[in-house]
């Protein structure tokens, strides 16, 4: 080969990374490359994809809890006492909801969750009430609270056919079936091991251990399936140091057993194994596309793809 | 060919290059420790005295603390605070919504609500861009700062109950007599003190001991003590509400032609007092029931589901009421149509009595003597929503 043509094929290399680089850089497609370098490795964090933020005009204001049932992402729209439905891209599909304390209405719409129907479920906070509506929004019914045992529901998850539902004032967490049959409570006020003082979240991992956050003492308390108490997860060694979270949030736990948790007053999302040492952590405050200003919910989809709510930046940011 | 090998190995580590900077792309952060699980947040784990730090949301700080980036930005502050301000009422209310179970603000509690969904509804509207010198009754407050939280709560602690602020709308609000001269309390000094009793609704809470230590107190208003060399904490309580309102706190015949101050428009000389008022007004400025201004207002704010009537009674009391026969004399719909505010104002300005119900309240007796139906008087033959004025 000529020595020539080696300069030339050298330096056109060297022209097209630095082009390359440039066209990342100028363009901003740092976000878009992200993604594919963090599938190329599989065992690192979830980096940020995308933000749902609905319609320009009408805003997310205040989402505090997501969920995703079938191909579709519905939102608790709090202070817009309603339900925002997104597809994958981003686009609000439709809404329901309106403020009130009769059928269909909300006073603070919190927990979302889908049951294996596509119905959802919605707590209401204020009105201390689980309404139900069909995949299309439309209101079915009250989800039926047989004993009347609800207050304040908050978190809200349904796994195997069983409503898991934090409730707020009470300082518990309820398990019902479908029908509204109370099958175990766990906790009532308290800073001691199994107790809480408002929980807010809950979830159930593939070994059907239960997480509950507790966001008034700081931390996650893990139980085993019939509610026995396992462990707290606060940031600290073995959960019995002085909790690093502060006022948790949303819970979720993804198919390698890697535990996240919204910490709302950090602005981040705290990852940890299964062991309840950090691993890594995601957003921190801001504006930009993956940070996060007072997150709130937080869900796990099926392949692995985290959903959080971000109330101040008034959407919902996808990380995968 | 020596050339070329160097040429292609020079190549290959460009590409090396490539790779490792997309990679790194992807890599930001530090590993995470207990004491520093994210950048810029460091929590303490001992506390000024050497022993395990208690975390307190408000207040409490440490000589070691670095709680402060959870709400203020170092180097990417939107104001000389460092805050991110547009976040403010927000950061607040991630807690006071009710998400933690207590101190909602959004319920009725002694300040009043901040739920602006019922009739009659008005307060002090924060996260609106309402400015502080464009508060009713001002005078001489021209504050162009924003109507916050934290206009007139501390969230780093305060000595007055309540995280209330020492100062308001830029000073020290609090002034008592020394040597015949209105002076301003020392910062630090409890001059506020509210009528705070443990809130039965969190009596499982409040029983706990230990590092929980929780306390939720229940408010109804200043307590009416001494706080402060010598004067009465609902004194305190009116100055601190005269701090943007200055010319609603004052004496009764205060800017009067027959008891006039110096700079009265009544004198012919110019303005120099602080009160405008060139008539008389109902005293503010008193411990006396019923002349403080958190006799008649709320702070927060008001609406239909929370007034009452000169009979001391709100819509859930009206709900009660039945004929003999034992009929529900109303219905939601005609309470709250008999708790709306019709006000010519056009607001209800936070009051705690619907309408001028709370004149009524204490002057009624006085003013239509006999013609009031015995039982909505008290044993004393006063109104009973009397006993309801601070």
Known sequence: ?320 | MSKLRLGLSTVFMLMLLGIFSAVAFAEDGVPPTSTNPAPGIHVGEIDNFGNKSTHKTHGNFQNNTNSCANCHSTHNGEDEMLLMKDGEYELCMSCHDGTMGFYDVTKASGAGTFDDSHLSSSMHNVDSGLKVGSAPGKYLNNSTADLECSSCHNPHGSANDRLLNETVAGKVFATSLVNGVQTAAPIGTKTIALELTEDPAYADLNALTGTGGLKIMKSNGPKGSITYNGVNDKIYYSQFCGACHDDYFAKRNAGTSSAPMPGKPSTGSPITATHTHDTYTHTTNSSSQGRSCAACHYAHGTDATIMIDAAGRNVADLLQVKDTAGKNLFTQETAEAYMKDVSSRGSSSLKKFTNMAVCFACHGTNIAPGQIDPQFLDGTGRLKGRAKIK
């Open chain 1, 1 to 320: 080969m000529k020595k020539r043509t080696v300069y030339i094929l050298m330096s056109s290399i060297v022209a097209l990374s630095v082009a390359f680089f440039a066209v990342v850089y100028f363009l901003n497609l740092e976000t878009t490359i992200k993604p594919i370098v963090a599938k190329v490795d599989p065992s690192g964090p979830p980096v940020y994809t995308n933000s749902l933020y609905g319609e320009f005009d009408k805003p997310l204001n205040k989402p505090m809890d997501v969920t995703k049932i079938g191909e579709f992402i519905y939102v608790s729209d709090t202070n817009n006492k309603q339900v925002q439905v997104f597809d994958q891209s981003g686009t609000s599909v439709f809404k329901f909801g309106k403020e009130g304390t009769k059928k269909g209405e909300f006073k603070f719409p919190y927990g979302i969750a889908g049951d294996k129907d596509g119905n959802i479920y919605v707590a209401d906070l204020y009105n201390g009430n689980i309404s139900i509506f069909d995949s299309k929004g439309k209101f079915i019914k009250y989800f039926n609270d047989q004993k009347k045992v609800l207050k304040s529901p908050g978190g809200l998850r349904i796994f195997d056919d069983k409503v898991y539902v934090t409730d707020i004032k009470a300082n518990k967490l309820f398990v019902f079936n479908l029908d509204g049959k109370k099958l175990m409570e766990i906790g009532g006020p308290g800073v001691d091991e199994g107790k809480f003082i408002a929980p807010n979240a809950v979830t159930v991992d593939h070994d059907k251990q239960i997480y509950v956050t507790d966001s008034g003492n700081n931390r996650v308390e893990v139980f085993t399936k019939d509610g026995k108490f396992i462990k707290i997860i606060n940031g600290s060694k073995d959960g019995k140091g002085e909790p690093t979270l502060l006022n948790p949030r949303g819970v979720g736990v993804d198919s390698k057993g890697i535990v996240y948790i919204v910490n709302n007053l950090s602005h981040n999302i705290y990852a940890f194994d299964k062991d309840g040492n950090q691993k890594f952590e995601l957003g921190g405050m801001g504006t930009d596309n993956d940070k996060l200003y007072l997150p709130n919910g937080l869900f796990i989809d099926d392949r692995d793809t985290l959903f959080v709510t971000d109330t101040i930046n008034q959407r919902v940011s996808v990380f995968y």
